[in-house]
Antibody
């Protein structure tokens, strides 16, 4: 059974960079059948897609976050990572990593991590 | 403001049927498949429906999906108290500034 696990600091200071890693186990990481994505959910609000990466390193980012986001992949460790720079309180959220599957495009997330709360505060 | 529009809340009695709508545009729902997710309180979302009407293994057939034009619908029959959750639709928007998109979510209350 595929499992995804987020890791990283739970508290980040304003203007600094948020860094999270997702470790994938129990399945094929370097497959041509899917991407790997990051989604966040501010407290009490809905889901927001941040971006997704293919195992080769090809990326798609949400346009509103693109200037601050970098997603990278390490196939030797079955991991992919998120960096979000210049954070503010508005970036406080539960961050999920997930497998991003495609039919015509990247339409659905088949498997999700449990999520990790990141709070931006001084 | 979410790209896909869902009603904030719906409610129904146990055993009844409920539908949740998801409205989009020609660059997202009208152009490709829709997915649906269930998020129980304090947990990660779970995929319920993909490619408009397909259910992953383990999802009961009480859950169904459909799509027409630029709108999609999730149906749940035989409501149970355990179905009380937030439900989200999602897809891909292929416009110039597109990407992965979700609806704002619908809170289902089983009365």
């Amino acid at each position: 059974q595929l499992q995804l696990q987020e890791s990283g600091p739970g508290l980040v200071k304003p203007s600094e960079t948020l860094s999270l890693t997702c470790t994938v186990s129990g399945g094929s990481f370097s497959s041509s059948d899917y991407y790997w994505g990051w989604i966040r959910q501010p407290p009490g609000k809905g889901l927001e897609w941040i971006g997704s990466i293919f195992y080769t390193g090809r990326t798609y980012y949400d346009p509103s976050l693109k200037s601050r986001v970098t997603i990278s992949v390490d196939t030797s460790k079955n991991q992919f990572s998120l960096k979000l720079s210049s954070v503010t309180a508005a970036d406080t959220a539960v961050y999920y990593c997930a497998r991003h599957d495609y039919s015509n495009y990247l339409e659905y997330f088949q498997h999700w991590g449990q999520g990790t709360l990141v709070t931006v505060s001084s | 403001q979410s790209v896909l529009t869902q009603p904030p809340s719906v409610s129904a009695a146990p055993g009844q049927k409920v539908t949740i709508s998801c409205s989009g545009s020609s660059s997202n729902i009208g152009n490709t498949y829709v997915s649906w997710y269930q998020q129980l309180p304090g947990t990660a979302p779970k995929l319920l429906i993909y490619e408009n009407n397909k259910r992953p293994s383990g999802i009961p057939d009480r859950f169904s999906g459909s799509k027409s034009g630029t709108s999609a619908t999730l149906g749940i029959t035989g409501l149970q108290t355990g179905d009380e959750a937030d439900y989200y639709c999602g897809t891909w928007d292929s416009s110039l500034n597109g990407g992965g998109v979700f609806g704002g979510g619908t809170k289902l209350t089983v009365l």
